[in-house]
């Protein structure tokens, strides 16, 4: 069984910044998108931000867009969530993705999860 891990998660101050990262996907074959979800406290897991391994391209939340930044490292197998700028909404579990297609079948893997709790 194939486990993500996240680390980074904290209490920090509106307006400061945190860096997430994921790693355990290196042995993970066919990865098509590789990213980040959030559940915010009584809300439904949502799309961050996440990337399109073959081309890099990049995609983010209106909620978070010119404030986070999603990146990889393929040196140190890692992958990456800035997150700067950041408000009390963004308080939730931040959880890694990594999603894969192998012929027709889709399937996704997930970490347990960073708490991030922005305070006022």
């Known amino acids: 069984q194939v486990q993500l891990v996240e680390s980074g998660g904290g209490l920090v101050q509106a307006g400061g910044s945190l860096r997430l990262s994921c790693v355990g996907f290196?042995?993970?074959?066919?990865?098509?998108?590789m990213g980040w979800y959030r559940q915010a406290p009584g809300k439904e897991r949502e799309p961050v931000a996440s990337?399109?391994?073959?081309?890099?391209?990049?995609n983010y939340a209106d909620s978070v867009k010119g404030r986070f930044t999603i990146s990889r490292d393929n040196a140190k197998n890692t992958m990456y969530l800035q997150l700067n700028s950041l408000k009390p909404e963004d308080t939730g579990v931040y959880y890694c993705?990594?999603?894969?297609?192998?012929?027709?079948?889709?399937?996704?893997?997930w970490g347990q999860g960073t708490q991030v709790t922005v305070s006022s």
């Open positions: 290196e042995r993970i074959f066919s990865i098509n998108t």
């Open positions: 993705n990594v999603r894969t297609i192998w012929r027709t079948a889709r399937n996704d893997y």
């Open positions: 990337i399109i391994t073959t081309s890099g391209s990049t």
